[in-house]
């Protein structure tokens, strides 16, 4: 085959090669997977602040797994392992019964103190870092009954990561709260479910104008209500035989965790959250803010 032949060949090759990558970029956002996870929150990501606060009084172990407010790991644990990230990778600054605000008086930092500390002690971000933000329950299990300044709170501690240069977020919404083992038959039902109700309606639109204001911010959402609901509409699609009753009543656990939604009369099994890093690292996949490998 003639030099100019074979010339030919290899620089069409390269021409489609080249165009390739490009749609591959444009199709993705990125080249990159995500190499770092920073992660706020309260007790369904908390991995043991409170339990060393305390000095490993609370929550209690072995009823709790090492810290963790279930009988195992939670979702963010799940979810680094999906992402292929070590314990290094890994900055966790979740502390169980936090609230999305930021009171300093307090021993618990709420979701905004946890971003602060974080944002004063980081003065460059890695762009292929993703922050998970999850918070908003305790505001209304402590009695807060409107949901606009939780939903403002959590605006404000994504407005303060983009402001540093973060380019990728996962936020969760919130289960229906008035349906927990510990609010199903309280007074306060229906007050509280409505309250989830609002919640996830407002963080829906403020996270629609964050993704205006900053249009290099990719935001996903985990839609943890509608995984809670399609698991007790469904319960044998997820092999759960209970999604009513918590599996751990007083130090007494049932027999048969793997089969409950509920570890305790509020906080999932760590099956339960196995599930919800699953659809976590789903919504990922599809913002195009990780590739499987």
Not at 91 to 109: E, H, I, K, M, Q
Not at 158 to 175: E, Y
Not at 200 to 208: D, E
Not at 230 to 246: D, G, L, Q, R
């Amino acid at each position: 085959m003639p030099l100019k032949t074979v010339r030919k060949i290899i620089l069409a090759l390269t021409l489609t090669l080249l165009a390739f990558m490009t749609s591959l970029v444009l199709a993705t956002g990125r080249v990159e997977p995500i190499n770092e996870l920073n992660i706020f929150g309260d007790s369904l990501s908390d991995v043991g602040q409170v339990f060393q606060a305390t000095g490993g009084m609370y929550p209690p172990n072995p009823t709790y797994f090492q810290g963790r407010y279930s009988n195992g790991r939670v979702w963010v644990e799940y979810l680094a392992d999906r992402l292929h990230l070590s314990s290094r990778q890994t900055n966790n600054f979740a502390y169980g019964g936090a609230t999305t605000g930021s009171d300093r008086n307090s021993l618990v930092p709420g979701l905004l103190t946890q971003v602060q500390l974080f944002t004063k002690t980081h003065q460059q971000t890695n762009p292929n870092a993703l922050y998970v933000l999850w918070a908003g329950a305790n505001d209304y299990l402590q009695g807060v009954s409107n949901a606009t300044v939780p939903v403002e709170n959590v605006a404000r501690a994504i407005t303060s990561l983009a402001d540093m240069g973060a380019k990728n977020i996962l936020v969760a919404n919130l289960p229906d709260l008035g349906q927990l083992p510990a609010t199903r038959i309280s007074n306060n039902s229906l007050s509280l479910s409505g309250l989830a109700q609002a919640h996830n309606q407002r963080l829906r639109r403020s996270l629609k104008l964050l993704s205006q204001q900053y249009p290099d911010l990719q935001i996903v959402t985990m839609d943890a209500n509608k995984l809670y609901f399609e698991a007790s509409a469904n319960p044998a699609a997820f092999c759960f035989t209970n999604v009513i009753n918590a599996c751990l009543s007083g130090t007494h656990a049932c027999s048969n965790p793997d089969q409950h939604l509920f570890w305790d009369s509020i906080h999932p099994t760590t099956v339960a959250h196995r599930i919800l890093a699953e659809r976590a690292f789903s919504v990922l996949k599809t913002g195009h803010l990780t590739a499987s490998r």
